[in-house]
């Protein structure tokens, strides 16, 4: 089955004469809201009356109560956090689903953790940007695209596949391409580098850190060499526009030589092993169940981690660096 889709696959033509209504005024609502109007698509907004509300007001939208929106629109796009989603499904968007009509996510969570089962007879679609809201918006005045996963989960009217790709394309996000996950892939990849990527990449950043600070070297010289000066951010982001090797030319030979020897040092079975079990809790749906459970009590563990987090010694020393060298 075909994967990747460009421009020339998609048509939003396909969705002239309908209305779309996004739910959510928030990051991902906000840009894909615009981007949509400017490429020809009838919008509406459906939020609560709150701060967003009057910013897509002053946006130029008309704007209505979510369960409103979502009787008027016949493609719902489901633009707000993902914690809230069933509950407000639940009450506000569900009723006013009427049959042939699309609903669609940005995100697979819900679908694929069962915390959300939108009743048969819509269809049921993903467009899950692999950027920012303010990435898919900026990117798209620029005229270039941002790839996103895209999934169709229930094809009721059997062209759930052109209603994905309009949308994909409405929002600019063909023109660098889309991939067709189930919505299942796009929340466990989604987890995986949010559980185990960057908690390990968090963990390798503390201890480098924290052998420098044990060696006596100056706290803001230790933050500013290892992460506020921006050249490793500057590092990153040549690797996504040259290559991960390619990307090891632009330093020198000392610094390549001595990477390269040295990294052999830091092959520890031990993190792939732990990245095995991460994702083995996520592909179970054991994660789901105990955030939904947490969120359930209250957030204890949330609260008392978060808590801990902001006594930690490196908050101070990010403010004292900053100051010292002026920067944000
Ligand atoms: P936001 O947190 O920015 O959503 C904010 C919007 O949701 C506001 O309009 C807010 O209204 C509304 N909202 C919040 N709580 C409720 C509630 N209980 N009832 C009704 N409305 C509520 O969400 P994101 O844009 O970050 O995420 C939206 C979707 O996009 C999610 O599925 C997410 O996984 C996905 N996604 C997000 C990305 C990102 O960059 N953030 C990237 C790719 C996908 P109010 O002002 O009234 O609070």
């Known amino acids: 089955m075909k994967r990747l889709y460009y421009d020339r696959d998609a048509d939003v033509g396909f969705l002239k004469g ?21 490429s020809g698509l009838e919008v509406i907004i459906g939020v609560r009356a709150d701060e967003t509300r009057q910013q897509a007001k ?11 929106a979502a009787e008027k629109a016949q493609v719902v796009m489901m633009l707000i956090p993902d914690e809230v989603m069933p509950e407000v499904f639940k ?21 694929a953790f069962k915390l959300i089962e939108p009743p048969s007879g819509i269809d049921v679609v ?20 941002f790839p996103s996963f895209i999934g169709v989960h229930q094809d009721a009217t059997g062209k759930a596949l052109k209603t994905v790709l309009a949308i994909a394309k409405g929002i ?5 391409g889309v991939m067709l996950l189930t919505f299942a892939q796009e929340a466990e990849l989604d987890l995986f580098t949010e559980q185990a990527f960057g908690p390990a990449f968090g963990q390798v950043l503390m201890s480098a850190i924290q052998t420098l600070i044990d060696a006596g070297y100056p706290v803001e010289a230790v933050m500013v060499e290892l992460i506020l000066s921006g050249e490793f951010a500057y590092s990153m982001q040549k690797i996504v526009e040259l290559g991960f090797f390619q990307q090891m030319e632009l330093h020198s030979h000392t ?11 830091f092959m520890i079975p031990q993190i792939a092993q732990t990245m095995k079990e991460n994702l083995e809790e996520i592909r179970s749906g054991a994660f789901a169940r105990e955030w939904e459970a947490e969120q359930k009590a209250g957030l204890p563990l949330f609260n008392q981690i ?7 010694p490196i908050a101070e020393w990010d403010r004292k660096t900053r100051k010292a060298f002026r920067i944000g």
């Open 255 to 265: 610094s390549q030589y001595g990477s390269m020897t040295r990294s052999m040092r």
């Open 18 to 38: 309908k209305t779309i209504g996004v739910i959510g005024y928030g990051n991902q609502g906000r840009a894909q809201a615009l981007n949509l109007r400017d």
């Open 126 to 145: 993903m467009v899950a940007p692999r950027m920012i809201g303010a990435g898919v918006r900026q990117r798209y005045v620029e005229g270039r695209g």
């Open 58 to 68: 002053s946006d130029g939208f008309e704007v209505f109560p979510i369960r409103e």
């Open 172 to 176: 600019g996000s063909t023109k660098s």
């Open 306 to 312: 978060k808590e801990l987090r902001n006594q930690h």
């Open 91 to 111: 009450r506000q968007v569900l009723p006013g689903l009427s049959k042939g009509n699309a609903i669609c996510f940005a995100s697979g969570y819900n679908i």
